[in-house]
Nanobody, 121 residues
Framework: QVQLVESGGDLVQAGGSLRLSCAAS????????MGWYRQAPGKQRELVAS???????NYADSVKDRFTISTDNGRRTVYLEMNSLKPEDTGVYYC???????????????WGQGTRVTVSP
């Protein structure tokens, strides 16, 4: 019933900017931590940024001071503002949400389908 849909991935030259968004549809009781992960070709998926229920943010060292994560619409949407993009930022970016859907279920993780970001030299 609950789905996460990412958008905003594109081809951009180094130094450019992109804004990714992830919209949560359906009904949930509470949205806890939300985050963005990415997977580059031949690499394992890694955490890029996360934002907690209380608003605390965490960033990978490789993107600190360049990327900004934020939420809106009662935490139904999470954004990733990416500036000063580098070729090494290339990869598929996945939205992750840790949610409790209702009182009958415990908190669990949900994932989007991914959106591709390609940064050319």
């Amino acid at each position: 019933q609950v789905q996460l849909v990412e958008s905003g991935g594109d081809l951009v030259q180094a130094g450019g900017s992109l804004r990714l968004s992830c919209a949560a549809s359906g009904t949930f009781l509470i949205m806890n931590t939300m985050g963005w992960y990415r997977q580059a070709p031949g690499k394992q998926r890694e955490l890029v940024a996360s934002i907690s229920y209380g608003g605390s943010t965490n960033y990978a060292d490789s993107v600190k001071d360049r990327f900004t994560i934020s939420t809106d619409n009662g935490r139904r949407t999470v954004y990733l503002e990416m500036n000063s993009l580098k070729p090494e930022d290339t990869g598929v970016y996945y939205c992750n949400a840790r949610m409790r859907l209702n009182l009958s279920q415990r908190t669990s993780d949900f994932w989007g389908q991914g959106t591709r970001v390609t940064v050319s030299p």
